[in-house]
């Protein structure tokens, strides 16, 4: 059997050779300093594990209903009722919720709800992965909106993009992989301008909780002070999809759990697909995560906001670097006659794991450094990153 030639053209379509590349040489590095994982390193909040072992010994291994464990929409639905003021429902007239395998999960359903062969979906360049991917699996096509310098998903920026196939555009805030949060009128436009062409603008909060102070500049109905969202605008969940997760707050990455909320009509067909395709959101990982939105994660996102100050104080002053505002990345352009790729892997030479542009972008003019990583490790990549941005 030729096994090629039974590939379909969705799985063909997308490409992870930049990422994989970076990959297949770090395993022939001995302890390499890691700045390329897009996870916290800090330990599981022992409520959140207490939940999960006690969910287990329980019995609550089997599937559950499709939409999520009572438990856990209750929790979400008081949460984003505190941070938003939407108020989940089974009402014609209220936003309706689904839990999901991972926001990956949540992305996928709903791309598989929305979108035809030939149709559009448009997002900034430098994006997240998979969102391209979204299209491509779905036979519709990504439209990618260039946000360089300053990676702003902006109203004008979009209006431009948008054709008569357009069903979804797409904000990830705060960004991967550039730490970009957007602001008030950024995400106010983008939800005016999807409601006055008709079309759904899905918002990826997955770094919600990890925005540091100066991304903070909201308040929310619950009193704390928050990240801009157009889901902060008022009827804003007729027009939009919000996408959050608990992986990264909650250092819980690989129990796959996140949610959408929105028109009731959409989520309806992504629990539908959701039924035939994941079933239910991980169990165990449901009822762990029911504890998560208790636990106050403040000193976990000071410690992230304070790596990310001494990110910016080795390199600030050697390339260019948007201040990251939130997510635990920066994205600083590497120096001339470098690519992402070849800066990435001058690095690898040096023992220090960070990601192209390339995986990021069409273009290949920057380097992603996580700093989900232990201070001293991070300090000691830092030094590395910092000798090869001067050149010594
Ligand atoms: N959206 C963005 C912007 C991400 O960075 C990630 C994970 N790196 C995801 C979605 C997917 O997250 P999950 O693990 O919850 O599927």
């Not at 599937?63 to 929790?75: D, F």
């Not at 505190?82 to 007239?93: M, P, Q, R, V, Y």
């Not at 936003?95 to 926001?103: D, F, Q, Y």
């Not at 957007?182 to 603008?201: F, I, Q, T």
Request: with cysteine; proline share 7%.
């Amino acid at each position: 059997m030729d096994a090629e030639r039974l590939i379909a053209a969705r799985a063909r379509g997308v490409d992870a050779s930049a990422i994989r590349r970076v990959f297949n040489l770090a395993r022939t590095l001995k302890d390499p300093i890691n700045l390329s994982i897009g996870q916290p390193d800090f330990p599981v909040p022992e409520p959140i594990r207490a939940a999960a072992k006690l969910a287990i010994d329980e019995g609550h291994n089997g599937y559950t209903v499709t939409q999520g464990i009572e438990r856990l929409r209750a929790r979400i639905a008081a949460h984003l009722n505190a941070d938003l003021g939407w108020t989940i429902g089974e009402g014609a007239d209220e936003p309706a919720l689904l839990v999901t395998s991972g926001t990956s999960g949540a992305l996928t359903l709903a791309a598989m709800a929305l979108l035809d062969p030939g149709d559009e979906i448009v997002f900034g360049d430098p994006y997240f992965p998979l969102y391209p991917a979204m299209g491509v699996f779905n036979g519709a096509k990504p439209v990618m909106v260039d946000t360089h310098p300053d990676f702003r998903l902006t109203r004008a920026r979009v209006s431009l993009a948008l054709t008569d196939r357009t069903k979804a555009v797409l904000l990830n805030t705060p960004g991967n992989p550039t730490g970009a949060v957007a602001s008030h009128d950024d995400c106010k436009g983008l939800l005016d301008l999807c409601r006055e062409r008709g079309v759904l603008l899905i918002s990826d909060e997955i770094y919600d909780e990890f925005t540091f102070e100066e991304g903070r500049t909201e308040r929310s109905p619950g009193g704390a002070m928050r990240m801009p969202s157009p889901a902060r605008q008022p009827g804003s969940w007729r027009n939009m999809l919000l996408v959050r997760g608990f992986g990264k707050t909650y250092g819980v990455t690989g129990w796959r759990l996140g949610y959408a909320a929105g028109p009731r009509a959409i989520i309806e067909q992504m629990a539908k697909i959701q039924q035939f395709t994941f079933v239910n959101a991980p169990s165990v990982a449901q009822w762990g995560c029911a504890a998560a939105l208790d636990v106050d994660m403040a000193p976990m996102v000071a410690e992230f906001q304070a790596r990310r100050d001494l990110v910016l104080a080795s390199l600030r002053d050697v390339t260019e670097i948007e201040v990251p505002h939130g997510a635990f990345y920066a994205y600083p352009h590497v120096p001339p006659g470098m690519t992402g790729q070849s800066f990435a892997e001058a690095c690898l030479a040096r023992n220090v794991l960070l990601l192209p542009g390339a995986a990021f972008s069409g273009r290949d003019e920057h380097v992603r450094i996580s700093f989900a990583a232990p201070r001293d490790r991070l300090a000691a990549g830092l030094e590395v990153l910092r000798e090869l941005f001067t050149g010594s």
